[in-house]
């Protein structure tokens, strides 16, 4: 797959992780989608922390809100747009320039190669070698379900909410309902 360089980008749904390349005296970020490969002239964190801005809430943001529902403080997985279920996770500390950033919804399995590698298989078939212990890999992506799973459980609680404030509290029982269809069918008018 060719890289196309380029200026400008948001990571997006189709965005399946973004690795730091030495390009001369720089940190790029090559970032590799379902079907596209690009070159970024951003390092990754700069990347992750424009695409959290693009979708409307700034990365520190993002981190307190990961903190404050899952407890982590370390290696913080990133809600970049709920949505879209785009959520990434780190491979190191974001502050190392060797992070590498994983999008959880892409990864279809993994498995370990040797005492620092790991083999990702993301949905779309494609195999990607990482140098990461296959245990950061596991913790990353259980703690990144758990911050999707109490994200969504909070979602579906004000839904649940706001449904009964708007409607008020409406207790039915099932002889209330007969009784008023057996009113309305004995009055032919």
Not at 26 to 51: A, C, G, N, T, W
Not at 116 to 121: H, L, R, V, W, Y
Request: hydrophobic residues 35%; glycine residues 4%; positive net charge.
């Amino acid at each position: 797959m060719k890289q196309i360089e380029i200026e400008d980008y948001e990571i997006n749904s189709r965005t399946m992780f973004v690795e730091p390349v030495v390009y001369g005296s720089k940190i790029y970020s090559r970032v590799v989608e379902v079907e596209d490969e690009f070159l970024l002239p951003f390092k990754p964190l700069d990347l992750i922390k424009k695409s959290c801005n693009y979708y409307g809430v700034d990365y520190e943001s993002r981190k307190r809100g990961t903190r404050q529902l899952i407890g982590y403080f370390r290696k913080l997985s990133i809600i970049i747009e709920p949505t879209y279920h785009i959520y990434f996770f780190p491979t190191v500390s974001p502050l190392k320039p060797e992070c590498i950033w994983i999008a959880f919804e892409h990864v279809e399995c993994y498995r370990r190669v040797a005492a620092q590698k790991t083999m990702i298989t993301f949905r779309n078939k494609q195999s990607h070698l990482f140098p990461v212990p296959v245990s950061t890999i596991e913790v990353q992506m259980l703690r990144t379900s758990l911050l999707k799973t109490k994200l969504m459980q909070r979602i579906e609680s004000n839904g649940r909410k706001f449904f009964n404030k708007a409607n008020g509290p409406q207790l039915i029982n099932a002889s209330e309902s007969s009784l008023e269809y057996d009113a309305y069918s004995k009055d032919p008018k």
